[in-house]
């Protein structure tokens, strides 16, 4: 069993940076790669950034390539999203979530995320 708590959401203008944590809880936190994803009002839950077990392959969604970075830091139990040149369309609910897959393709996947957390909510305002 995986726990996750994302932090660092909030208000911010366009152009700001923001980075979001995610701690995890148990032993076996650098076994699962780790995603991000995000959730609009009105929207689904989009794929946004993943992370391997052993942080050496990230993928991302064309609509944050370039501007997001995802990193992990396996003695901290941490995944951590950095969100820069924020616009008013990053405006969303983001989640984290493990997955026992490797396969980054499968990464993008909201059905192979094992475990969920609770949300972060980010608001960038124009």
């Known amino acids: 069993q995986v726990q996750l708590v994302e932090t660092g959401g909030g208000l911010v203008q366009a152009g700001d940076s923001l980075r979001l944590s995610c701690a995890a809880s148990?032993?076996?936190?650098?076994?699962?790669?780790m995603a991000w994803f995000r959730q609009a009002p009105g929207k689904e839950r989009d794929f946004v950034a993943a992370?391997?077990?052993?942080?050496?392959?990230?993928y991302y969604a064309d609509s944050v390539k370039g501007r997001f970075t995802i990193s992990r830091d396996n003695a901290k139990n941490t995944v951590y999203l950095q969100m820069n040149s924020l616009k008013p369309e990053d405006t969303a609910v983001y989640y984290c979530?493990?997955?026992?897959?490797?396969?980054?393709?499968?990464?993008?996947?909201?059905?192979?995320?094992?475990?969920w957390g609770q949300g972060t909510q980010v608001t960038v305002s124009s």
């Open positions: 979530a493990a997955s026992t897959t490797g396969i980054m393709a499968f990464l993008t996947r909201e059905s192979r995320m094992n475990y």
């Open positions: 148990g032993r076996t936190f650098s076994r699962y790669s």
């Open positions: 992370i391997t077990a052993s942080g050496g392959s990230t």
